[in-house]
C-alpha cells in the first residue's frame, strides 16, 4: 500500500487550460513538497507546504492538513509546463526522509 | 553558485559487479540525500547524510551503502549489482535536512546487463 496516492496519473490539457493535480496521504505527515521533473531525468522542487497555501507566478500549491489532501493548480496552462509532477511528503522529524507518489504525467498541447 | 553535481551521468555495469556513484552539493549545503528512480517502484528514499553522519535511511539491503566527507561531498556504493539494481539515482542537498528545499542533481542513470 503506498502512503501517497497521486490523480490523475495521466493528464493531458490544451493550452490555457487551469489544471488541477491532487495528492492524497494516509499517515500524519510535517510537509509536503510537489516536484517537477522533465523529461531527461531532471527534477525542480516547486513547493514546500505544512499548511494554507503558496502561490509561485502560474502555480498555486495547496494542503489541507486535516483531510490529508494537497492540490497543486497550474493557471494559463503553457506547453513548457509538460513534465510529470510527482508529490512528496515527510513524516514527522525525518529530515529529508520522503514518501513519493507515483506521479503525474502532464502534456499540455499548443 | 553552480548547483548539484553528479558523476557519472550514465554507467554500464555487469550482474555482481560493484558501483561507486558521487554528488557534491551546492556550495555550503551540508545535507546531502539519495534516492533511486525506477519505472515501477517510481522514487525511493535511500539515505540522508549530515555532517558526515547517516540521518535516515530507507528500506534497501546492505548492499547499498553511503558516506560522506568533511567537505559535504558524498558517495554511495551498491556492490554485488543486480538487474533490478538499474535505474536513475539522484542526490539532493540542502543547507538544512527537512526544513528547506532540496536542490536535486540531474542523476546517474545506471544499467546493470
Known amino acids: 500500500k503506498n502512503e501517497v496516492e497521486q490523480s490523475p496519473q495521466n493528464l493531458t490539457a490544451q493550452e490555457g487550460e487551469f489544471i488541477t493535480i491532487n495528492c492524497s496521504y494516509s499517515v500524519g505527515i510535517s510537509a509536503l513538497h510537489w516536484l517537477q521533473q522533465h523529461p531527461g531525468g531532471g527534477i525542480v522542487s516547486l513547493f514546500m507546504?505544512?499548511?494554507g497555501k503558496k502561490k509561485h507566478g502560474r502555480l498555486i500549491a495547496t494542503i489541507n492538513i486535516q483531510e490529508k489532501h494537497s492540490s497543486l493548480h497550474i493557471t494559463a496552462s503553457h506547453p513548457r509546463d509538460s513534465a510529470v509532477y510527482i508529490c512528496a511528503v515527510r513524516l514527522g522529524d525525518t529530515g529529508n526522509q520522503f514518501y513519493f507518489g507515483t506521479g503525474t504525467s502532464l502534456t499540455v498541447i499548443p | 553558485k553552480a548547483g548539484v553535481t553528479q558523476t557519472p551521468r550514465y554507467l554500464i555495469k555487469t550482474r555482481g559487479q560493484q558501483v561507486t556513484l558521487s554528488c557534491s552539493p551546492i556550495s555550503g549545503h551540508r545535507s546531502v540525500s539519495w534516492y533511486q528512480q525506477t519505472p515501477g517502484q517510481g522514487l525511493q528514499f535511500l539515505f540522508e547524510?549530515?555532517?558526515?553522519?547517516?540521518?535516515n535511511k530507507g528500506n534497501f539491503p546492505g548492499r547499498f551503502s553511503g558516506r560522506q566527507f568533511s567537505n559535504s561531498r558524498s558517495e554511495m556504493n551498491v556492490s554485488t549489482l543486480e538487474l533490478g539494481d538499474s535505474a536513475l539515482y539522484l542526490c539532493?542537498?540542502?543547507?538544512?535536512?527537512?526544513?528547506?528545499?532540496?536542490?536535486f542533481g540531474p542523476g546517474t542513470r545506471l544499467l546493470v546487463l
Open positions: 547524510y549530515f555532517s558526515e553522519t547517516q540521518r
Open positions: 539532493a542537498s540542502s543547507s538544512i535536512p527537512g526544513k528547506e528545499t532540496q536542490y
Open positions: 507546504l505544512s499548511s
